[in-house]
């Protein structure tokens, strides 16, 4: 088989060790100069084609200016009309909105030397200037066609100059890209697997063979991440063994609050607080959503696993992932944004079913809890409410140390009432309220009084007849015993 090495031609290197030199030469400090003279050519290559990119979009925006400026004139005007005064107005009403007024911002070292970038009204302004100039000087009898035809040889300049910055740029990026250097190196796959042991009873079997395989991306393996990654984080998310201690940062929860879709202030967020990229901030983004959807936040719960998924893939697509994952999703019909989205709301899916999981478990042990409630044991006897007189210091005491609905069950004197405090503590809480109310006399049994003229009276009374016969009968049988 035939190799080619011909790509190995486009390679800049810069300290090759067979280069020959004038014996008079030191051979090492040619070979720093040439470094040096490389690297230098390179910077100011890069620098020429930024500046040309700058260049052609302040010209852009120019151009736009002078073409709807033109066409202005030619709806509005004819050689009947002042053509001065209809000047001054058409370049008054171009200024339009202040902020699209101002040129995007100069990259650094562009332009350096110049100390702020005129507004687009300044720059029309000078070539209004300019143009009634030249309009005044050839004295002619139809100053408004003068006007267009000098308006139509500016904006024709502005159109060759735009040529001419294209070709130069066009010949630079020829040359940066004819050589590979190691700016040029980046990640072209990227992928990892981790294959989970199978569980027995809880535990993890152990195998006698151990088996080594080489990755491609190792350091994904030592995190434990997937390609995706959001499926892992979500079943993180909805376990009930959550560390407590896992939240979003103030940061975090304001880059929560940006709606879905923004991808602008989003963008702008990252920018001036970069450690909201942080790996703990999407964990925690994913908590506030579960908690958030159990509190039946949909909307906010959605929000935060957009965002929290937004933070994971710029961190995943490596150094240079923020711009790269905002200049795809920016990028209409970009498949980018599909991934993305159908990500989102795969991730949303398995919290809001998990956190309705949970709820209705929650809503089905609450039914089961135990209460402390009172009763009489005794059919006949009956539990009263005994609020201590101003006398009794101690009880009073004990009364006022009592919650407010505590104290209002107390004193209307309906034993339900109390109940229904007593059923919304603790089991602990309310044994130490029942106490108190002994220790303080609040609590009294009464016997009660059975009206036999009644039937509820003589069926209340049949019922106590044979309770005692039936206590009498226990009592001789124990008697016999002993």
Known sequence: MVLDYSKWDNLELSDD??????????????????????????????????????????????LTRIDSFINTLQAHGSPS??????????????????????????PEGVHAKVEEQPTYSKMMGALVDQVKKAVDESKSDSRWDKYLSELRSHQQKVQNLQKELQVKLDELEKV???????????????SSYVSKGDKQSGKETQTDKTKSVELLNPQGVEKGESSSGAGADAEDADKDSIDEHIEPSKIGKEFAKIKIGDYKACLNFISENPSVVAEKETDGLLIEAFNSQIEGQDEYARQ????????????????????????????????????????????????????AELAKERSSTSAGVEQIQLQAVDPNTKITINIPPPTDTTACEIFSGFSTDLQKSLESGSLDEVNKVLGEMSVEEAEGVVAKLGEGGMLSLEEGVID???????????????????????????????
Do not use: M, W
Not at 176 to 190: N, V
Not at 319 to 341: E, M
Not at 453 to 477: N, V
């Open 17 to 62: 060790s067979d280069i020959e030199v004038h014996p008079n030469v030191d051979k090492p400090s040619f070979i720093r100069a040439k470094q040096n003279q490389i690297h230098q050519e390179r910077y100011q290559r890069r620098h020429q084609i930024e500046t040309l990119k700058y260049e052609r979009i302040i010209n852009d925006g120019l």
């Open 176 to 190: 940066e890209s004819r050589k590979i250097t190691s700016d040029s190196i980046h990640t072209g796959f990227d």
């Open 304 to 355: 935060c696993v957009h965002q929290a998924l937004l933070l994971q893939y710029c961190r995943q697509l490596g150094k240079d992932g923020v711009g790269l994952f905002f200049k795809r999703i920016s990028t209409p019909s970009h498949q980018a944004q599909k991934v993305f989205r159908d990500d989102v709301s795969t991730t949303y899916d398995r919290i809001r079913t998990r956190a």
């Open 81 to 106: 009309v002042d053509a001065d005064e209809l000047v001054f107005h058409t370049l008054v009403e171009a200024a339009g909105d202040p902020s699209s007024d101002q040129p995007p911002p100069r």
């Open 452 to 482: 036999a003229t009644t039937e509820e009276g003589r069926e209340a009374l049949r019922r106590f007849e044979e309770g005692e016969r039936g206590r009498g009968k226990q009592e001789e049988a124990v008697g016999d015993t002993e």
